[in-house]
Every structure is written in structure tokens, then in C-alpha cells.
């Protein structure tokens, strides 16, 4: 189950994102948003507690981010060794202020 307060968005923003109006994946929605967490931290070079340490609150384009990618992977279910997810170049300027670049490129 996502936690409120270490994801910033929940299970209901997430179906509603996802136009799902059924129970029966909510155990995969919520694998899905916590793998696009941990892919925007990773690409952030830190965590979200970091973040939100630094603004005191977790801002929107990253929340939107995390909301495209996890779109990205319900959409497109099959192994990543098949095809990498590929996102608009666009998704990814949401990041660009948040990057920690001390910490890696």
C-alpha cells in the first residue's frame, strides 16, 4: 500500500491519472508509482526526502513526472529487457532544476 507520507501521490490520484476505475490492479498501480519513484530519485542523484527538506514540499514537476512514467509503464506492460521505456524529452525537463549534478550526471 503507498504510504501518504513517503509517496506523494496516492492510489486514487494515480487510477484517476491512469483512467482506471477498477479494484483489481490497485497491488500493480502502486508497484508501478513506487518503481517510478525510485527511477526519479535515481535520476535526481537523491531522495525525495532531500527534496522536500530543501523546498518543504515535493514540487508539482516532479509529482507530474512520476505520474507520466508511471502512465509509461502501465501502458506499455512487457519486460524491460524487451524495449526501454521511453518517455517524451519533454518529461524529462521537469527534472532538470531538481538534479543534484555533485552528485553525478
Known amino acids: 500500500m503507498l504510504d501518504s507520507v513517503t509517496t506523494p501521490i496516492s492510489l486514487e490520484d494515480m487510477k484517476l491519472h491512469l ?7 490497485n497491488v500493480y498501480i502502486e508497484s508501478l508509482t513506487m518503481a517510478a519513484i525510485a527511477l526519479c530519485e535515481g535520476r535526481l542523484f537523491r531522495s525525495f526526502t532531500e527534496v522536500q527538506a530543501e523546498y518543504g514540499y515535493l514540487p508539482t514537476p516532479l509529482v507530474s513526472w512520476i505520474k507520466l512514467a508511471t ?3 502501465y501502458a506499455q506492460r512487457r519486460l524491460a529487457t524487451e524495449k526501454s521505456l521511453t518517455m517524451s524529452p519533454f518529461s524529462d525537463h521537469l527534472l532538470e532544476k531538481y538534479i543534484d549534478y555533485s552528485k553525478g550526471v
Do not use: N, Y
Request: glycine letters at 0%; charged letters at 50%; proline letters at 0%.
Open 19 to 25: 483512467r482506471v476505475d477498477h479494484d483489481h490492479e
Open 71 to 73: 502512465l509509461e509503464m
